[in-house]
Each structure stands twice: as structure tokens, then as C-alpha cells.
């Protein structure tokens, strides 16, 4: 037994040091078992993938292994907010219950800081916004911006992150000014980097994972490599955001912008020297006309792109319209070659607009094997998009580094899962010890490969969570499955009510809005709407606000009419006070996980249809053909699974602390009527059933009473 397992044992213990440092924490057997596991995989430098329950406490399962490694400590998460918690909260308190002398940094992306030299330009009106709105939120940011230290932008709570600000006072590859930059000594980008490297915890985002390893425009690509332990938390989203990543992109508001940035820096330092305002007019009028020959925005906004020309569109005029955009671009790079050493400025201008001729010119042919490419079409803008089907083969070969065979040597997962079991007081010593004799010829992993724990509440269904492993290439990772400690049979019910429209239609969106209004009104708000569509989710709420009026004991709060966080703390606010105005909360995308809101704040969750993936996306198109290119079944091998995890994460937002109670109603009939029901119930949390309306009346009134007089 290692020295690491021990000491985390006893970390875990009732008499350990987490419970002297901690009054409210008490030791939990799938914790314990978790973070013994992660333990042995920093020991053995394996790779380990971890599927926690709610409730499980995860974190302190990975993070009191990893900070006792003496090692360098590297967690990514998929969202801010996570990594925000880490970095302010978690992080600190265990390093100060621990007593370990460790450094810690928080790294974001590059437009997550203030840029001061584009705010100064702003200031000297170079680059001046002409909304009222705007022009107030912009002196926000300069009074801020006298005050911060850090300049990330999350520090400013009231501006949204959508806000057209952003754009105008954060810097992005293209357009920083790199070391000529007059504020390059004091800029917060390069600041938060190099506390980064001198950190022993670094806590990044997926993104930056990827950059990290691409080189691309994270400027530390010594951080991944130094590090002796990767934590990937919120692991359910590594794929999709490697995916993006991965690909390639290509917007009409790229180039434009490029061609306005342009004649500015050309009138600064080449005035006179060329016809800059016809080159650049003539770039943006190519971009325009590339957009016209996309025709009509499509239903969902994409069209796929199989061959040399999206689907549906004119072959010739794509193409005719293509070759005119690259002469145009081609036309201005070729007066900007002959001054680009005039001045820091064109030269960067001219890189960049390289770059974007060889990402037009890889539009221009012919889709790469085992890509898929789509066109996203706007009102006035359109974008070219590619990419891998999955990050398989980036994983293994770039980013974890090692082959299958490496993956799965060290202990076998029957000797570490029973060792696991003893130490957490669940399994007796005789019976460990006969298990050990019969593995004990297993090799360690004895290279100095970084040990990677993928960990999340949501990985798979089946023994090995394939839905994750596969896609990532994980195949031969060790897997442990931690089920959530919470009572589900008591505190939580599920009820499909059964006399509903088709799933979809216009009158399921009533159907599913009356039904919350009448649950929402019995239990005074405290309701969260969780749909599938923005269509969906306009005709649910305004149903909803037709049928309250204006003066109504319950708000409807809709996603996207305030930031996300405002929207979160007003849905609270509402909830932690019966005596007061209730609140029903609607909305799609991002809410369906992420979304921590425990106790009495809500106890409904109301989901409008099952979430399977829209089959006209080209990105399913593309994964669902290569399933059956192999002799699979799209449907039961990728169709099924994903929405089972995506209904899995909007089920989660209901029990979030052991005192919670609630209710999950899907919308959706086709939960009980059809025989792949079955497959999705069991992905659920083991909720009690509800058979009728009359049970689910009872359920809402029982939510009511306090906790004592419910149970």
C-alpha cells in the first residue's frame, strides 16, 4: 500500500483532517472510494475516468489525491462558473485545511481580460461605438479599470457577457499587437499567464486544454507538459468543445472586420500608397455577395456541405462567388506585401490576412476524410465550418500521448476497485487479500506519463461509459461508476403525462405551458421549464404570460431577455420566501446543466420533450452515416445514448442537497409508450414513479409541507 493511498485514507476518515478542518463535512463511501481510485492512478500515471453521482462530492475526491501528490496539479472545466468556484472557493479552503504551501492560478481566454490598449482606442475615439447603451457600459469599464487588479471581466457582475462591449475592450489573436504593444509590461493577459506557469495549481477550461496543446494562442505551452496530474472535471463536454477546436471556421464577419481593420491601419501608415479604400470596399462587397448566394436562412440555420457546395445551393455561383472573395482578398495581401515592413501593423495585417486566404482556400476544396463541414446562414452574415467527428484520435495521439496498450497497463481494475472497497470500510480484509493474490503479476505503469482523471455526473450508462470513453478515445481507461448517495425513491418523483399532442407541435407547447401553470401555481413558483428548442421555449413562455397577466402571484423569467446569472439569482430570490411573488423559470441550452439550485428554491422540473439530437444536424448526419457505414445502429448506438445523457443533465438540476425533494415531469409520452423508454428511465436517477394525475396532485401537495410532516 503506497504511501499517496494512505495518506488519503486517512484524510477521508471520520478523525481525519477534513473533518477537523471542516465542522460540516462527514465522510462518504463513494467519496472515499473515488478519491482512493484517483490516488492510484497518480501512483500507477494511468488514466482514469470517473462517472460521480450527485452528492458524491467529486471534487475533494480529486482534488485532496492531487494536492497531496506533490505534483503539479492541472483542472480543467468545461464552464466558468466551475472554474470560478475552484479557483475562489474550493481551492483555498482545501489548501488551508490541509496545511499544504501551494500556489494557485486561474488562466481564461484571451477575451476574458481587459485589453487597455483597446479600451485607450475606445477612449480616443479610433474605434468610438455610437449606441448611447454602449457608450455608458463602456465608462463602467474604465472606471473598473482603474480599480482591478486581475482584469478579468467576470469581476464586472452587471455587464452581460453578450454585451457589445466586450468585443471593444478585449483583445483576440488577431488583433492583439503582440510585444508592440505600449501596455505589453503591465497587460493582464500576459500577467495571468505567467502566474499560471509559476503555479502549482493551474486551474484552465477546455478550451485552453486544447490551445494548450495545439499551441495555437494560449502563449503556455510548457503548462500541460509540466504538469504531473490533468484533472478534467465537467468531462461530458470535452468532446463537443474539442470538436469546435478542432475545426476549422470561417464567418463573412471575419472578413469584413478584417477589411475594415484594413483601410484603418492602411490610412494610418500607407495613406497614398494604394487604392486602399477600393480594395478594401471590394472585399467586403465579395463577403456580401457570398451571403447572397446562400440564399434564405434554412430551417435550424445550417446547410450541410458533403461535396465541393453546401446542399441546395447553386454549384456555379457558390463557386464563381468563392473565386471572387479569394481575388479580392488575394488583390489586398498583394499591396500589402510590398510595405508590410513599413510598420509593425501591416505586418501583422498581413499575416493575418493570410491566414484567412489559406482557411478560404481550404473551404474552396474538397471536405477532409473523417470531417464533417456545414454552413451556418444569418440574416446579413453566413459561416464555414469543419470538423472532426470526434477527438479519438487527438486524444491518443497529441494529448494523452500514450497507445491503448498503455492506457490500460497497472493494476486491473478487479484489484483496484476491491482495494478501493476495503479502504472504504465496505469490503473485509480476507477478502481483498484473496482478490490481490490473484492480480498481483499485473505490471505497474512505470514511464513518467502524466496520470488524466476525466470525471463528471453525467459519462455513460453501461459498464465501461462508452458514451464518453469511445468518442474520446478512452477505450482502455479505468472506469469506476460512484452512485449518488441522495435518498431518490423518497425525495423525488417521475411523472409522463400521457394525454399530450404529438412532441414538437404547437399544441403539445399549450399542453406542456398549462400543465405548468397549474403545478407552478400549486407549489408557489419554485418551477423550472427545461426545453428543447428556442421555438418551444418562445411558445411555452408566452403561453405562460398570456394566461398570468400582469399582476399575477408568478414572474415567468425567460432565457435570454437577461444574463444568465441575473436570471439564476432572481429564480432564487423568489424561491427562498413563500410569503413572496413566485417565479417560473424557462429556458433552454445552458440551463440544462450548470444550473445548481438546492433546497426549497425549486422543486419541479418540467422537461417539454425527450432530447434527442436534431437528425437534420451535419454533424449528426455525418456520425449517424459512419455508424452504419460499419454495420451500426445510428439510432440505438448514438441517437439513444445521447439523449439519455443530455435528459440525465436536466434531470440533475432537481436534487441537489440530501433535503431536497421535487418532481421531474417529461412532457413526453414516448417515455412509456415506446421500447427505448426503458433505456432512458434507467439513466435517470432511481426515482418513484407517478401513474396518474391524481398522484402527481399529491406529489405537489406534499412538496408543500415541511419536510418533517412530507416524510
Not at 478579468?152 to 457589445?164: G, P, Q
Not at 411555452?540 to 402571484?553: P, Q, V
Request: charged share 20%; with cysteine.
Amino acid at each position: 500500500m503506497s504511501q499517496l493511498l494512505d495518506t488519503v485514507a486517512a484524510a477521508f476518515s471520520p478523525s481525519g483532517v477534513l473533518s477537523a478542518a471542516e465542522p460540516a463535512f462527514r465522510p462518504r463511501e463513494g467519496q472515499t472510494q473515488m478519491a482512493l481510485a484517483v490516488a492510484q492512478a497518480i501512483e500507477d500515471s494511468a488514466v482514469l475516468v470517473v462517472q460521480a453521482g450527485t452528492g458524491v462530492g467529486k471534487t475533494y475526491a480529486y482534488l485532496v489525491p492531487a494536492l497531496y501528490s506533490g505534483q503539479r496539479v492541472l483542472v480543467s472545466t468545461a464552464t466558468k462558473a466551475l472554474q470560478d468556484q475552484l479557483f475562489a472557493r474550493d481551492l483555498p479552503r482545501l489548501v488551508h485545511g490541509l496545511g499544504l504551501p501551494l500556489r494557485m492560478a486561474r488562466l481564461k481566454g484571451r477575451s476574458a481580460y481587459l485589453c487597455v490598449e483597446r479600451l485607450e482606442r475606445v477612449r480616443q475615439g479610433r474605434t468610438a461605438p455610437q449606441d448611447p447603451q454602449v457608450l455608458r457600459q463602456v465608462a463602467e469599464v474604465e472606471r473598473w479599470a482603474r480599480i482591478t487588479s486581475t482584469g478579468d471581466m467576470a469581476e464586472m457582475v452587471a455587464l452581460d457577457e453578450r454585451s457589445a462591449v466586450v468585443p471593444l475592450v478585449t483583445s483576440t489573436k488577431d488583433n492583439c499587437l503582440g510585444s508592440d504593444c505600449p501596455h505589453w509590461q503591465g497587460c493582464h493577459v500576459n500577467q495571468a499567464r505567467q502566474q499560471a506557469l509559476e503555479a502549482d495549481v493551474v486551474v484552465i477550461n477546455h478550451h485552453l486544454l486544447f490551445a494548450d496543446l495545439d499551441v495555437r494562442d494560449s502563449g503556455v505551452a510548457q503548462l500541460l507538459p509540466s504538469a504531473g496530474v490533468v484533472v478534467v472535471d465537467e468531462a461530458h463536454q470535452l468532446n463537443d468543445t474539442g470538436v469546435q477546436f478542432a475545426g476549422e471556421a470561417l464567418s463573412s464577419q471575419q472578413l469584413i472586420g478584417y477589411a475594415r481593420d484594413a483601410l484603418r491601419i492602411t490610412q494610418e501608415h500607407a495613406r497614398g500608397m494604394a487604392d486602399w479604400l477600393v480594395l478594401c470596399a471590394t472585399l467586403e462587397q465579395a463577403v456580401r455577395e457570398l451571403r447572397l448566394q446562400a440564399g434564405q436562412v434554412p430551417a435550424g440555420g445550417r446547410l450541410p456541405w458533403q461535396a465541393v457546395t453546401p446542399q441546395g445551393l447553386d454549384a456555379t455561383l457558390w463557386r464563381a462567388a468563392l473565386v471572387r472573395l479569394g481575388q479580392s482578398l488575394r488583390a489586398l495581401l498583394k499591396s500589402l506585401a510590398l510595405m508590410e515592413a513599413m510598420a509593425a501593423d501591416l505586418r501583422r495585417l498581413y499575416e493575418r490576412g493570410s491566414e484567412l486566404l489559406v482557411r478560404l482556400a481550404r473551404f474552396a476544396a474538397a471536405a477532409e476524410e473523417d470531417s464533417v463541414r456545414w454552413l451556418e446562414v444569418g440574416r446579413q452574415h453566413l459561416r464555414m465550418l469543419e470538423s472532426p467527428l470526434s477527438i479519438a484520435r487527438i486524444m491518443q495521439e497529441r494529448l494523452l500521448q500514450r497507445s491503448g496498450d498503455e492506457i490500460q497497463a497497472g493494476l486491473t481494475q478487479t484489484r483496484m476497485h476491491k482495494e478501493y472497497a476495503h479502504r472504504a470500510n465496505v469490503l473485509p480484509e480476507p477478502d481483498l487479500r484473496k482478490s490481490c493474490q490473484e492480480t498481483d503479476s499485473a505490471q505497474r505503469n512505470t514511464d513518467e506519463q502524466k496520470s488524466w482523471i476525466f470525471t463528471s455526473a453525467t459519462l455513460g450508462n453501461d459498464a465501461q461509459l462508452s458514451w464518453f470513453t469511445e468518442p474520446c478515445g478512452l477505450r482502455g481507461a479505468r472506469v469506476l461508476t460512484v452512485d449518488s448517495p441522495f435518498d431518490y425513491p423518497n425525495h423525488a418523483a417521475l411523472y409522463v403525462p400521457q394525454a399530450f399532442a404529438a412532441a414538437g407541435s404547437a399544441q403539445h407547447s399549450q399542453q406542456t405551458a398549462q400543465l405548468v401553470l397549474d403545478a407552478a401555481q400549486r407549489i408557489g413558483g419554485r418551477t423550472l421549464v427545461l426545453t428543447t428548442t428556442l421555438r418551444a421555449l418562445q411558445a411555452i413562455s408566452e403561453s405562460l404570460r398570456t394566461a398570468l397577466g400582469l399582476f399575477a402571484d408568478l414572474d415567468v423569467l425567460v432565457q435570454g431577455e437577461a444574463p444568465k446569472l441575473a436570471l439564476v439569482e432572481r429564480f432564487t430570490a423568489a424561491g427562498a420566501a413563500r410569503s413572496q411573488r413566485g417565479a417560473i423559470l424557462v429556458a433552454s441550452a445552458t440551463f440544462w446543466e450548470g444550473v445548481d439550485l438546492p433546497g426549497d428554491v425549486l422543486q419541479l422540473v418540467v422537461i417539454d420533450k425527450l432530447p434527442f439530437p436534431p437528425p437534420d444536424d451535419p454533424l449528426v448526419e455525418a456520425r449517424s452515416r459512419r455508424l452504419e457505414s460499419v454495420g451500426r445502429a445510428a439510432f440505438h448506438d448514438y441517437m439513444l445514448p445521447e439523449a439519455a445523457m443530455a435528459l440525465k443533465q436536466g434531470a440533475g438540476r432537481l436534487i441537489r442537497s440530501e433535503t431536497d425533494r421535487g418532481v421531474l415531469v417529461v412532457c413526453d409520452p414516448r417515455l412509456l409508450n415506446k421500447s427505448y423508454g426503458v433505456e432512458l428511465i434507467a439513466a435517470l436517477p432511481p426515482m418513484r414513479m407517478l401513474g396518474s394525475a391524481q398522484e402527481f396532485e399529491a406529489a405537489l401537495k406534499q412538496l408543500t409541507q415541511p419536510l418533517e410532516q412530507a416524510g
